[in-house]
Structure formats: C-alpha cells, structure tokens
C-alpha cells in the first residue's frame, strides 16, 4: 500500500478541518494508495467511521471506481462496512457537521451498492446494515420526492426482491415499506408512468419490487 506517512497526515488534516470541500483530494490520495483488495479494506478500516464527509466521500469513490480491481462480492462487503458507519444526513445543503453526509453521497453509496449487489448470495451479507440509511433516506425525501429517487431505492430493493420478502425484510423496515408503496401506487409525477409504457423492463423491475413489498408482513421491523 502506499498510504505512506504525508499521504495519511494530509488525510487526518482533511478529517479533522471538517466540512472543507476537500472530498476530491481525499478521494486522489485514496487512489493513489490503493492496488489491492487488502489495501482498500485497510482504508475501510482506517476511514468508514470518519466524522468527515469530505473523507467518506473519497472513501466511497475509492471503492466504487475499484481500480485494484476486486471481485464485486468484496466491494459490496466494503460498502457495507461503509453503510454500517452512517449516523445521518445534513439538513442543509452548505453545511455538513460532524458525522453527517450530504444527500449526494447517500446517493453515491446507494448506486455503488446496487452496482455491486451480489444477486445469488446477498442474503450471506449483514443487509440489515442498511436499514438506517434507507430510514433516514426515506425521511429526507418525504415532501419532495422525485422519479429518480423512486428508481434509484427500486434498484437498490430489486436485488433482495428477486431473492425473496424474507431477504427484502432484513434491510426494510415498515417505515420504508409504506413510503415505497405509496411512491409506486402514486408517482410522484405524471410523466413516470409513460415512461413505463416505453421501457417494459423498468415497468418489470417496479412490479418486482412492489409485489415483494405488499407480500411482507406489515409488522416487519
């Protein structure tokens, strides 16, 4: 790994400056370090507990971009070991205190997780990892939700959907379950539902999931 001693001060000297906008820089010195699987477990290890946005954003860039170019089972367990860290998302735009992520990176971990969703052996994984991010995401959108966030938590539910309710129910909670639904039954815009009629496998993927959904049992917590 060449983490050495500069790379991994300047690093710290990210973390503790807080919100600095320096998610770019930490992302290029991650980079740069990695040229293994151990070497990217090593940064998960030093990083996904991180107060600072700036360093999880790089660390979970890292992970995505996956240039030591490990297997997609080890980068979602990775990124599962990012999500297990998540405390909350910031309430403001221009202000990210302590322990909190923007909603763009929530958005970046969730598409990575789907990018590396292992289909045949998820449920092997500690999915309930992602109950409180999906939790507070699902909170955030409340009030202003958008086709795209409706299509990106779909994407993120199919894979334990085809798997199965009792895979889906160990990473969604009722509060989730019921926003979902409501979302799917009533498109937060109109044009959502001719954009179906143009893509039956999008029309698919929503009806998958859904009737995953209504079959788990309301009391699912």
Known sequence: MSLGPEALAELRDIEEAGYSRRSERAYAIMRNAVG????????????????????IGGLIRTIRDNEANIAVDESFQLLLAVAKEFQGISGTPHHCPPGMWHRGTVETLIGSIVEFWPLETAETYPLETLRPLLDAWVHKL??????????????????????GTF???RCVSETVRTAIIGWI??????GRAYIRELDPSESEKERTV????LAMQPASQ
């Open 142 to 163: 409340r009030g202003y939700v958008t086709s795209s966030d409706v299509d990106l938590i779909e994407d993120l539910l199919l894979g334990a959907a085809v798997r």
């Open 167 to 169: 895979v889906l129910a």
């Open 185 to 190: 039954r009533n498109p937060p815009d109109n």
């Open 210 to 213: 859904l009737d995953a959904l």
């Open 36 to 55: 293994s699987r151990d070497d990217l477990a090593t940064l998960v290890n030093l990083f996904a507990a991180s107060p600072s946005h700036d360093i």
